[in-house]
C-alpha cells in the first residue's frame, strides 16, 4: 500500500464513495475461530479456563466468596472477564429482575430492604444490586447500602453488592447488567436493582429490568416536574412512597392524570401502590402488584419480548465497546485521539472524512497514521 496521503480540507472529496456505494452489497460475517486464550481482553471472547469453569461451579454451589470474586472480576473488567461471563450465560433466563428506581430521597433502600424481606418470606433466593453515585472530585464512593443489610449476613439465600457508578449516566453502572447476569447464573429467583437517585432521562434501568418500580415521594418541589419525560414512561408500578405525610393524595391524583398520556404498555395501567417502607405498610400490595405484573409478562410472550429488546440494546452497547478495544490495541490511543483532535479544531482535517478512513484501517490491521 502506497504513502498516506493526510486528508485535509483542501482536497477533501465531498462525496468519496458516491462512485462505489452502489457496487457493494451486503455482506454476512463469516464465522470467526477462536483461538483466544482466558486472559484475553474482555469482549474479545475466549474458552473458559478450568480455573473459570471452577469458580462458576462453585458460586453455583452457593459458594458466597466464590460469588464476591467473580463480581469482582467483572465489575473491574479484568481479563478474564468475558470467558467468565460466557460460562456463566447458560445459567441464566430463570430469575425476575425487579428495577427499584426513584428521586434521591424517596426511600428506595428502605424499599428494596423491604422487598427482599418478602420474597425471602416466601424461600425465594434474592440477590440485591444497589448503585451509589461516584464523587467526580475523588472518584470515590460510599455504598452505604451494604450497611442496611448487615443483619442479613448469616442468610445463605440473600446476596448484596454495592457498586459505584464510576462516572456512567443513566443511574446504573456500566457493569451492573454484567454483575446482574453473575448473580442469577449463582441461582438466585429474584434479582433486585437499586438505581441512584435518578433525573428526567436516566432510565436505563427500564433497558435492563424485567419489572420497573418507580419510586415517588410527597413535599419533594414540583411533582409533575418529576414525572415527566422518560421516568414517567418506564414505570410497570408507581410507589408513591411515604405516604403519611401531606401531598401524598395530589401526587397519586397527578400521576393517574399522566397515565393517560403516556405509558409503556397502552393496553396496561401501571397501579399506583402507597407505601411506608419504614413501617412496612403498603407492602404485601406492591409483591402482589410485582406478581400480577409478572403474570402479564409471562402471557403471550411479553417477557420474552422485552428481554429481546434488552439484548438487542446490549448487543449494540457490547460491539462499541469491543470495536473499540480493538481500536486500542491497534494503536488507536489516547495520544492519536489528541492529534487528530487537534488538527481538526485547527481545520487541517476533516472529522467526517477521518472516522471512515480509521475504519477502514482498523478492518485492515492497519496502524493509524
Same mark, same amino acid.
Given at each position: 500500500?502506497?504513502?498516506?496521503?493526510?486528508?485535509?480540507?483542501? @482536497?477533501?472529496?465531498?462525496?468519496?464513495?458516491?462512485?462505489?456505494?452502489?457496487?457493494?452489497?451486503?455482506?454476512?460475517?463469516?464465522? &470467526? #475461530?477462536?483461538?483466544?486464550?482466558?486472559?484475553? +481482553?474482555?469482549?474479545?471472547?475466549?474458552?473458559?479456563?478450568?480455573?473459570?469453569?471452577?469458580?462458576?461451579?462453585?458460586?453455583?454451589?452457593?459458594?458466597?466468596?466464590?460469588?464476591?470474586?467473580?463480581?469482582?472480576?467483572? #465489575?473491574?473488567?479484568?481479563? #478474564? +472477564?468475558?470467558?467468565?461471563?460466557?460460562?456463566?450465560?447458560?445459567?441464566?433466563?430463570?430469575?425476575?429482575?425487579?428495577?427499584?428506581?426513584?428521586?434521591?430521597?424517596?426511600?428506595?433502600?428502605?424499599?428494596?430492604?423491604?422487598?427482599?424481606?418478602?420474597?425471602?418470606?416466601?424461600?425465594?433466593?434474592?440477590?440485591?444490586?444497589?448503585?451509589?453515585?461516584?464523587?467526580?472530585?475523588?472518584?470515590?464512593?460510599?455504598?452505604?447500602?451494604?450497611?442496611? =443489610?448487615?443483619? /442479613?449476613?448469616?442468610?445463605?439465600? =440473600?446476596?448484596?453488592?454495592?457498586?459505584?457508578?464510576?462516572?456512567?449516566?443513566?443511574?446504573?453502572?456500566?457493569?451492573?447488567?454484567?454483575?446482574?447476569?453473575?448473580? #442469577?447464573?449463582?441461582?438466585?429467583?429474584?434479582?433486585?436493582?437499586? !438505581?441512584?437517585?435518578?433525573?428526567?432521562?436516566?432510565?436505563?434501568?427500564?433497558?435492563?429490568?424485567?419489572?420497573?418500580?418507580?419510586?415517588?415521594?410527597?413535599? &419533594?418541589?414540583?411533582?409533575?416536574?418529576?414525572?415527566?419525560?422518560?421516568?414517567?414512561?418506564?414505570?410497570?408500578? =408507581?410507589?408513591?412512597?411515604?405516604?403519611?405525610?401531606?401531598?401524598?393524595?395530589?401526587?397519586?391524583?397527578?400521576?393517574?392524570?399522566?397515565?393517560?398520556?403516556?405509558? @409503556?404498555?397502552?393496553? /396496561?395501567?401501571?397501579?399506583?401502590?402507597?407505601?411506608?417502607? !419504614? !413501617?412496612?405498610?403498603?407492602?404485601?400490595?406492591?409483591?402482589?402488584?410485582?406478581?400480577? &405484573?409478572?403474570? %402479564?409478562?409471562?402471557?403471550?410472550?411479553?417477557?420474552?419480548?422485552?428481554?429481546?429488546?434488552? %439484548?438487542?440494546? /446490549?448487543?449494540?452497547?457490547?460491539?462499541?465497546?469491543?470495536?473499540?478495544?480493538?481500536?486500542?490495541?491497534?494503536g488507536f490511543d489516547a495520544s492519536v485521539l489528541q492529534?487528530? +483532535?487537534?488538527?481538526?479544531?485547527?481545520?487541517?482535517?476533516?472529522? %467526517?472524512?477521518?472516522?471512515?478512513?480509521?475504519?477502514?484501517?482498523?478492518?485492515?490491521?492497519?496502524?493509524?497514521?
Open positions: 500500500m502506497g504513502p498516506r496521503v493526510p486528508i485535509t480540507m483542501q @482536497n477533501r472529496n465531498p462525496h468519496p464513495l458516491k462512485n462505489e456505494i452502489n457496487n457493494v452489497q451486503p455482506k454476512m460475517p463469516e464465522p &470467526m #475461530e477462536s483461538n483466544t486464550s482466558i486472559d484475553a +481482553a474482555p469482549g474479545r471472547g475466549g474458552i473458559p479456563s478450568p480455573k473459570v469453569t471452577g469458580l462458576v461451579d462453585r458460586l453455583r454451589q452457593g459458594d458466597t466468596r466464590a460469588l464476591a470474586r467473580a463480581i469482582s472480576l467483572v #465489575e473491574n473488567d479484568a481479563p #478474564e +472477564a468475558s470467558a467468565l461471563l460466557s460460562a456463566c450465560f447458560p445459567h441464566t433466563g430463570s430469575a425476575l429482575r425487579i428495577g427499584i428506581t426513584g428521586a434521591p430521597g424517596a426511600g428506595k433502600s428502605t424499599l428494596v430492604d423491604r422487598l427482599a424481606r418478602a420474597f425471602r418470606d416466601t424461600s425465594k433466593s434474592v440477590g440485591v444490586v444497589a448503585v451509589d453515585p461516584t464523587s467526580p472530585f475523588t472518584g470515590g464512593a460510599i455504598l452505604g447500602d451494604r450497611i442496611r =443489610f448487615q443483619d /442479613r449476613n448469616n442468610d445463605a439465600g =440473600f446476596y448484596v453488592r454495592s457498586m459505584a457508578t464510576r462516572g456512567s449516566l443513566g443511574g446504573l453502572a456500566l457493569a451492573t447488567a454484567d454483575v446482574a447476569l453473575v448473580l #442469577e447464573a449463582s441461582g438466585k429467583d429474584v434479582l433486585l436493582i437499586e !438505581t441512584v437517585g435518578v433525573g428526567q432521562d436516566e432510565v436505563e434501568i427500564a433497558r435492563l429490568a424485567d419489572i420497573t418500580v418507580v419510586v415517588l415521594v410527597p413535599g &419533594m418541589g414540583d411533582d409533575v416536574q418529576s414525572l415527566k419525560a422518560g421516568v414517567m414512561e418506564i414505570a410497570d408500578i =408507581f410507589v408513591v412512597n411515604k405516604s403519611d405525610r401531606e401531598g401524598a393524595d395530589r401526587v397519586e391524583q397527578e400521576i393517574r392524570g399522566l397515565q393517560s398520556l403516556v405509558s @409503556n404498555h397502552p393496553e /396496561r395501567t401501571p397501579p399506583v401502590i402507597r407505601t411506608i417502607a !419504614t !413501617t412496612g405498610e403498603g407492602l404485601p400490595a406492591l409483591t402482589a402488584a410485582i406478581n400480577e &405484573m409478572e403474570i %402479564w409478562l409471562r402471557a403471550e410472550s411479553r417477557l420474552q419480548a422485552r428481554r429481546t429488546q434488552h %439484548w438487542q440494546r /446490549r448487543l449494540d452497547a457490547m460491539l462499541r465497546a469491543g470495536l473499540m478495544r480493538r481500536a486500542r490495541s491497534n492529534f487528530h +483532535a487537534a488538527r481538526i479544531a485547527s481545520g487541517q482535517q476533516d472529522p %467526517w472524512q477521518l472516522v471512515a478512513q480509521l475504519t477502514t484501517q482498523l478492518f485492515q490491521g492497519e496502524k493509524p497514521a
